[in-house]
């Protein structure tokens, strides 16, 4: 029999180890889910819809998704219904207010139901389906469950081909046409049963197509048929939040872009508890760019990659990148500036946002590059300047693989750059030859994220400045046939210094371009 010594001995030695435990996890907010936070504000991992009745995240089935990493500039994405129109939220965080529910139904669906009788399915309950509109972007982030895609009845091509296999192959070909029935949703109400998902009043007011030639998130809703539980046989269930995206300019790192922000806000929108998996939903062939892709989510498969109908118990509907505000600025006046996290969570100011710099920190944590230094590193020897090329390789299928020239004499300002830089008498300066087109994805992430200055002649390789670190300096070559915003506006919109030099044709004089990085290099205290 124990004695009683003993016993003071062990509940001590509890208590203790109780007591520590409670002091590690209340100094480690991140790692501690039950912390309270201040009002209206969430931790970063929170899933704002927790409690919804259409969600169901078993915790055992998040053991393969990525979690969220902890950022700088993280703002909680809140359901605010009184997010002001045209506001920067509503451009670039959470506008996506106007819930609309096309299809409710029983929680009782989360139940899972393979190998059941047709008898037993039908009373467990069926899917669900609702979309989030916002009225400043006039797109909608959709989401639903119970969602079965038969790939068989959506035309295009397999997808994620090497890209030499493919050469030639046309753009129709590998952009989905979606036939009735390509996507189903489970239910049981008999008076459903046979029916499509949405109307054209539903499309026309929460999808419009707005200008955009082809909106196959559109096309895909329209496909949407209501099924009972005898039709909805699946070879296999996905049971973790997956995202399904379409892409068009795929190969493109301005585009790519703006996809990739899409997918983050619709993963955030809904308030997913970890990153989802993501479906392409397309026939394009594997790029360079697939490695940022994999990186940002927890994993990456083609929809004609499946043997046979899958079925999402949670599916989401990413917007097009052509309805991101990345795009839509470059033709319509979004009136924000970039600002500090700290700075909007003491005082919120609807012409300020931090979300693109929220959203470049997202990509450098995806690499496992650290996100909460504040200030660029300089190496020993000194400051970084990046000087981001152009170079010829072959996009895609139907791509030459001669890149457009946007500086005539690219070739002849980096080389006078590097031999000032060699002189360079007020500190060590290292010129770096940014030959992106040859370089991994995480490499030039690494490269934007240790530049003090960015250097390059217009050209989607620049697009990279929204991992840029917050005092990053750019200056845009700009030809005179390639005077677009493109640039200017994310430096705008992540509050970074911006340097234009205005071209009379395509052939830029060294000594001005040299002239301008010196004075800048001076603002910095080199």
């Known amino acids: 029999m124990m004695s009683k010594k003993k016993l003071k001995i062990l509940v001590s030695l509890f208590a203790l180890n109780s007591i520590t435990l409670y002091l590690y996890f209340s100094s480690h907010p991140d790692h501690f889910r039950h912390k309270k936070y201040p ?30 990493p902890i950022l700088p500039s993280y703002l909680p994405w809140s359901q605010n219904p009184n997010t002001p129109y045209r506001s920067c939220e509503g451009y670039f965080g959470n506008g996506f207010s106007k819930k609309i529910d096309l299809l409710k139904n029983s929680p009782a669906l989360h139940r899972s139901f ?25 797109s909608s982030i959709c989401e639903g469950g119970a969602v079965k895609m038969n790939s068989e009845r959506i035309s295009m091509s397999r997808g994620g081909e090497k890209l030499d296999t493919v050469i030639g192959r046309g753009e129709d070909e590998e952009l989905p046409v979606f036939k009735e029935g390509a996507f189903e949703i489970l239910v049981n109400d008999r008076k459903k049963i046979g029916k499509k998902l949405s109307d054209e009043e539903f499309l026309s007011k929460y999808l419009p197509e707005g200008a955009i030639s082809r909106h196959t998130m559109r096309e895909l809703v ?43 806000a619709a ?11 993501l479906v392409f939903v397309d026939g394009h062939c594997e790029t360079q760019l697939e490695e940022t892709w ?3 989510f927890s994993s990456l498969t083609y929809a004609k990659n499946f043997s046979g109908p899958v079925c999402f118990r949670h599916a ?7 309805e991101t505000a990345l795009f839509k600025g470059l033709t319509e006046h979004i009136d924000c500036s970039g600002a500090s996290a700290h700075d909007l969570w003491q005082n919120p100011d609807d012409k300020k946002t931090a979300r693109l710099s929220e959203f ?6 995806a690499f496992g590059f650290p996100v909460d230094r504040q200030n660029i590193p300089r190496t020993a020897t000194g400051p970084n300047v990046l000087f981001v090329r152009r170079e010829d390789y072959l996009a895609h299928p139907r791509h030459g693989g001669k890149v457009q020239s946007r500086l005539s004499n690219e070739q002849q300002v980096f080389d006078s750059i590097k031999s000032w830089a060699g002189n360079h008498t007020g500190c060590k300066l290292n010129v770096i030859n ?37 005092k990053a300096v750019i200056l845009e070559i700009i030809s005179s046939e390639y005077r677009r915003p493109h640039f200017a506006l994310i430096a705008q919109w992540k509050g970074l210094e911006y340097h234009p030099i205005y071209l009379q044709g395509g052939h830029a004089d060294p000594p001005v371009v040299i002239d301008e990085l010196s004075s800048i290099l001076k603002s910095l205290g080199c």
């Open 434 to 470: 940014g030959l992106f087109a040859h370089m991994s994805m995480k490499e030039q992430v690494r490269a934007i994220q240790d530049a003090s200055v960015i250097v390059g002649a217009h050209g989607a390789g620049l697009t990279h400045i929204v991992s840029a670190a917050p």
């Open 294 to 296: 994999r990186a940002l």
């Open 267 to 277: 993963s955030r929108v809904t308030g997913l508890p970890s990153r989802p998996h």
């Open 360 to 365: 470049g920190e997202m990509i450098r944590a």
């Open 316 to 322: 989401i509907l990413s917007p097009l990148g052509y």
């Open 39 to 68: 009002q209206n504000h969430s931790p970063i991992t929170q899933n704002h819809f927790s409690s919804s009745e259409n969600r169901f995240y078993p915790s055992e089935n998040h053991q393969n998704s990525k979690p969220w």
């Open 114 to 138: 393979d190998g059941a009788s047709p008898e037993l399915r039908r009373s467990l309950g069926g899917g669900w389906f609702r979309c989030f509109f916002s009225e400043t972007l006039q």
């Open 222 to 264: 329209d496909s949407i048929r209501l099924v009972g539980a005898d039709e909805f046989h699946c070879s296999e269930w996905i049971e973790e939040p997956s995202l399904l995206i379409t892409r068009f300019e795929y190969a493109n790192l301005f585009h790519t872009v703006t996809d990739w922000y899409s997918a983050y």
